[in-house]
């Protein structure tokens, strides 16, 4: 992703902070952030009682220590928070990430084909998820 495309993305996500229509989280280390995942409650009135799950990111110098697990939790408790007793999330098929949902109580709905384009040219399937919290 060009540097442009991703500072822009950020920028819109903190305006998304502050507006209040989502919550991040960030974890910290000497040389800056090296996790991230964000809650989106559903705004919708037949939503109210659900939120998705977006944007989990570890930092490669930071993987395998278990910041996911950790960053996957605090979301899940803020969404108890809130009130919110159904989550869904999505994610590229066959990535490490789609085990470790799978670890952590998540149920597959289904598989999209053809669902993200990727830079580099093709596409990639995505599988949704869902967890009653
Ligand atoms: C997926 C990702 C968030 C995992 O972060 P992490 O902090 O390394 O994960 P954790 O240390 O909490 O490990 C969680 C589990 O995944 C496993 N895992 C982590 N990296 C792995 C790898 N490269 N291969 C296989 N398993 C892996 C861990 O062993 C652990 O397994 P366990 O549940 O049996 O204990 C990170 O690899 C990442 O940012 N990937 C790129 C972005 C991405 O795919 N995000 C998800 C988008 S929805």
Redesign the pocket.
Known sequence: MPAGEAEAYWRGAAEAVAAGDILLWAILDDDGPV?TIQLHPVGKPNGAHRAEVA????HPR?????????LMAVAEQAARDLGRRLLV????EG???D??YR??GWTEAGRIPDFALKSGGGSEATVVFWKAI
């Not at 944007?55 to 570890?58: A, C, E, N, P, Q």
């Not at 930071?62 to 950790?70: I, T």
């Not at 999330?89 to 590229?92: A, E, H, I, P, R």
């Open positions: 996790g944007k989990l990111m570890v930071a993987r395998g220590r278990g910041l996911a697990k950790q999330l999505d994610t590229v990535g490490v990430a085990g470790l670890r952590l």
